[in-house]
């Protein structure tokens, strides 16, 4: 069974940066589109960042600029680098394959960004 597990989160000001991993193991992530995901309480998860070789890199409108996805498929890890970090980016944050997502996620890790 896959499994994530993401960390890096934590309490920053706003216009902070900071760095999410994700390690997946299970299933080998060659191949996969894989995504970053964001979610606050009472809402739906988003899709904010998403890399594949077909499609390249597609991030959501509010976090281009700011949010950058990488992987390494020899390691089976995925990260986000998030600089100018606003309170509205404040959400758990998971990793995850893209279109479709696998049923089982990891705990997440929560960035909080103070203004």
């Known amino acids: 069974q896959v499994q994530f597990v993401e960390s890096g989160g934590g309490l920053v000001q706003a216009g902070g940066s900071l760095r999410l991993s994700c390690v997946v193991s299970?299933?080998?992530?060659?191949?996969?589109?894989m995504g970053w995901y964001r979610q606050v309480p009472g809402k739906e998860r988003e899709l904010v960042a998403r890399?594949?070789?077909?499609?390249?890199?597609i991030y959501k409108d509010s976090v281009k600029g700011r949010f950058t996805i990488s992987r390494d498929n020899a390691k089976n890890e995925v990260y986000l680098h998030m600089d100018d970090l606003k309170p509205e980016d404040t959400a758990v944050y998971f990793c995850n394959r893209v279109d479709p997502a696998f049923d089982s996620w990891g705990q997440g890790t929560q960035v909080t960004v103070s203004s």
């Open positions: 299970g299933r080998d992530i060659n191949g996969y589109a």
């Open positions: 890399i594949s070789k077909p499609r390249g890199i």
